[in-house]
């Protein structure tokens, strides 16, 4: 029973942690510390990014619409988790420091076909899934270089703002966010944030560091604008309530004439 403990505890810290908290007693020692803090926040938002833009394909299947949606946005942040997924894969960097991107590209793969469907073009939604499949494939299956995979990385950050800045554009221009999901926004900003740390402290990466910081930019934008628009909706809301009963007096009062 003990080295099945020992064996659950060691995926979350080294043996040299290990021995400082259970047989030392050395709960004080930070720099275990700090890695433990990584790998339980690496897994938290890992089992987090299972559900994080499940309410998003939900609205859109509910609605049967993606409106306010912008295709080219999904389609840039879905080639900057992917090509973020398969680096880290091939580096062999711990599945803590980046598994969650494995969900989040699924989850965005199926947001872009729920696109390409309800806009009318269900050939182009299943020629879009097989292409992905196997670019997906040929990245994570050793026929593309490490070297090569790298400058992809490079290339995530204007790649990742410009697709996100696409769809706050999107946004300011219809002055709405349509039908995005706040719940998933919120979470993607959450995440993002945290694997600023996850990845200082489990990968030294330098080029992930700097990704995660502009996606957490990208991220905040996007929820500012949620938040403006949200209190923008509800006072139209109030002001349409409070100006119908107007209307209608204006009209029995014609009748009455």
Not at 169 to 183: D, E, I, K, M
Request: aromatic share 14%; glycine share 8%; net charge positive.
């Amino acid at each position: 029973m003990t080295d099945y403990g020992k064996e659950f505890m060691l995926l979350l810290m080294n043996e040299k942690c290990y021995d400082k908290y259970f047989v030392d007693f050395d709960f004080f020692d930070a720099d275990c510390f700090r890695s433990l803090l990584s790998k339980g926040l690496g897994l938290g938002i890992i089992a987090g990014s299972v559900l994080v833009k499940v309410p998003q394909i939900t609205k859109i299947l509910a609605n049967k619409s993606a409106e306010g949606i912008n295709l080219f946005s999904v389609c840039l942040d879905l080639f900057a988790i992917t090509i973020h997924m398969s680096y880290s894969f091939v580096s062999g960097f711990p599945f803590s420091s980046w598994g969650d991107t494995s969900f989040l590209a699924l989850q965005t793969a199926i947001i872009a076909f729920l696109v390409l469907l309800y806009g009318g073009a269900p050939t182009k939604a299943l020629a879009f899934t097989g292409a992905y499949t196997a670019i997906t494939y040929s990245l994570m299956g050793g026929f593309t270089p490490l070297n090569y995979l790298l400058i992809a990385q490079g290339l995530n950050v204007p790649i990742l703002l410009l697709g996100k800045l696409s769809q706050a554009y999107t946004n300011y221009r219809n002055g709405s966010t349509g039908q995005l999901s706040a719940v998933t926004c919120f979470m993607l900003l959450a995440g993002s944030l945290a694997r600023i740390f996850t990845s200082i402290q489990e990968t030294g990466d330098q080029m992930m560091v700097i990704t995660y910081g502009c996606s957490s930019f990208a991220n905040a934008v996007i929820v500012l604008q949620l938040l403006y628009y949200w209190n923008a909706d509800k006072s139209k809301k109030t002001f349409s309530k409070t100006s119908v009963p107007k209307k209608a007096t204006k009209a029995k009062a014609k009748k009455t004439d």
